[in-house]
Every structure is written in structure tokens, then in C-alpha cells.
Nanobody, 122 residues
Framework: QLQASGGGLVQPGGSLRLSCTTS????????LGWFRQGPGKEREGVSC????????WYSDSVKGRFTFSRDNDDYTLYLYMNNLKPEDTAVYYC?????????????????WGQGTQVTVSS
């Protein structure tokens, strides 16, 4: 079970923190990811963590601005988003994968939380 929150309206250059509560089992054994779907666009991977490799991947569009972290005590995933741009406007989803294929794509993830809207606008 995944529950995302923290979206909202922010000005360009601003910051937001998204949160996603989950279970200890999911944190320990599944690949974890943040995805987004902008208006009229397909869902895309933003950042993913491989449970086996312990590697965090970021899309080129957010690299250096977004940080994916996890709190093992609270069973929570976080996406810290800095220097937000209008093109970051989207519904953001947290997801988990029992498939463990080490890909940050929609098809590689089989558990999804509800989305949270992020709007970057002045």
C-alpha cells in the first residue's frame, strides 16, 4: 500500500517535498520509484531506487534538482524538489516494483499510490 501527499501550487524556483507512506516489507524488498504525468503526456520515471543494487537513478530533467530519500523508521519515501520549473507541473505518483527489473519505467512497476498534483506557476 502506497499513499502519496505533499503536492501543491508553487512559484518557479520554489521547493516542495512529496511524501509516500508504505510498509516495511515494501521498503526492504521492492524497487521504489517516483513517477509523474504531465498534461497530455505519458507517465514518466522521475527517480527510482533499486533494492538489490542500492542505486538511485534520476531522469536528466530533474538531476541536480530533485532528491529521492527514504526513512526506514517511518516507512516513508520522500521526493525533495528544488528549483521547480513550470515543466515540472504534473501529477506525481509513488510506486513499488516486485518485478525487480531495475528499470524506472511504468511497465516495470506493479504497485501504485494515488497521485498528488504539483503545479509550478507564477
Amino acid at each position: 500500500q502506497l499513499q502519496a501527499s505533499g503536492g501543491g501550487l508553487v512559484q518557479p524556483g520554489g521547493s516542495l517535498r512529496l511524501s509516500c507512506t508504505t510498509s516495511r516489507f515494501t521498503l526492504d524488498y521492492y524497487d521504489l520509484g517516483w513517477f509523474r504525468q504531465g498534461p497530455g503526456k505519458e507517465r514518466e520515471g522521475v527517480s527510482c531506487i533499486s533494492s538489490r543494487e542500492g542505486i538511485t537513478w534520476y531522469s536528466d530533467s530533474v538531476k541536480g534538482r530533485f532528491t529521492f530519500s527514504r526513512d526506514n523508521d517511518d516507512y516513508t519515501l520522500y521526493l525533495y524538489m528544488n528549483n521547480l520549473k513550470p515543466e515540472d507541473t504534473a501529477v506525481y505518483y509513488c510506486a513499488a516494483s516486485s518485478l525487480l527489473v531495475d528499470r524506472c519505467t511504468e511497465a516495470a512497476y506493479d504497485y501504485w499510490g494515488q497521485g498528488t498534483q504539483v503545479t509550478v506557476s507564477s
